[in-house]
């Protein structure tokens, strides 16, 4: 009987051990930082644009909401939560309450928000993040205002499924190896702003761009050309930028699912926090 009761004893010490093992083989390497991360919706959007995509970062532990602003057409800012000083890779959710309007009034707003996160809390980087016209009016942002008194430096910027070129697919034209050496064989007349104005921009920017591709034939998310979204890339390129590209393929690579897709969040989460 003894024996086996020591038989058992061991059993459990060892299952035990192996527990432990799996746990800290399964620990996430996300490095936690006091860092914000800002987001900016699309064309149209609204809670729901990055809400779940924050909501499935928080319950794996990678990062956590902690404040939401609302942007009114004058810009003024609403928030709700509060900015803590604790590391834990904080999230903060942005919406314009006015949320089809230009380019030049969001990069406006943005840096209304920034403002306010820099004079609030005393935030002097951020991390942004941007869908859809939110990435186009990122790179206005970061063009026009980045470098204005009380703005914080943006240290990592992920720009998602950005029409940059409009809604131009040059790959009838050009091939994608071309269009990220030499840029678009035809330039819309946003593109051709961001070149004028790319000067600006900050060479210490890590930038990564995502877009959608829904097929080996529809080369495009559905909405944005995937020529489109990449022809950021040799602007921040020839600006000594660094910049690496992601295409995200299949069904849920479409627009819209962009930021609710699974590879986004881990590309996101090794970028911003890996």
């Not at 035990?16 to 996300?30: E, G, H, I, N």
């Not at 009034?105 to 920034?114: D, F, M, T």
């Not at 051709?192 to 900050?202: E, G, K, N, T, Y």
């Amino acid at each position: 009987m003894k024996r086996i009761g020591y038989v058992i004893v061991i059993i459990l010490v060892l299952f035990v051990l192996s527990a432990c093992s799996s746990s800290q083989s399964t620990k996430k390497t996300t490095k936690e930082s006091q860092t914000p991360t800002v987001f900016f919706h699309g064309y149209g959007g609204g809670p729901s644009s990055f809400g779940s995509m924050m909501q499935r970062l928080k319950d794996k532990g990678e990062a956590k909401k902690e404040l939401t602003l609302t942007v009114q057409e004058d810009g003024t800012i609403s928030a709700e939560g509060k900015l803590s000083a604790d590391k834990g890779n904080p999230m903060i959710q942005v919406i314009f309450q006015s949320n089809k309007s230009t380019q030049t009034n969001q990069s406006l707003w943005i840096a209304a928000v920034l403002h306010y996160l820099n004079v609030t809390y005393q935030i002097d980087k951020v991390n942004l993040v941007g869908h859809s016209m939110g990435a186009v009016s990122t790179i206005d942002y970061l063009e026009q205002h980045a470098k204005e008194d009380q703005q914080p430096n943006v240290a990592k910027v992920v720009l998602i499924a950005g029409p940059f070129n409009e809604f131009l697919d040059t790959f009838s034209s050009q091939s994608q190896t071309d269009l990220l050496a030499n840029g678009p064989s035809e330039q819309s007349a946003r593109y051709q702003q961001f070149l004028v104005d790319a000067s600006r921009l900050d060479r210490s920017l890590v930038v990564e761009v995502i877009s959608g591709q829904l097929s080996d034939t529809d080369l495009s998310d559905g909405i944005v050309p995937l020529a489109s979204s990449l022809a950021i890339v040799p602007l921040l390129k020839n600006q000594g930028i660094s910049v690496t590209s992601k295409i995200v393929k299949g069904s849920k690579a479409q627009h819209s699912q962009l930021h609710e897709n699974q590879t986004v969040d881990n590309l996101l989460v090794y970028f911003l926090w890996q």
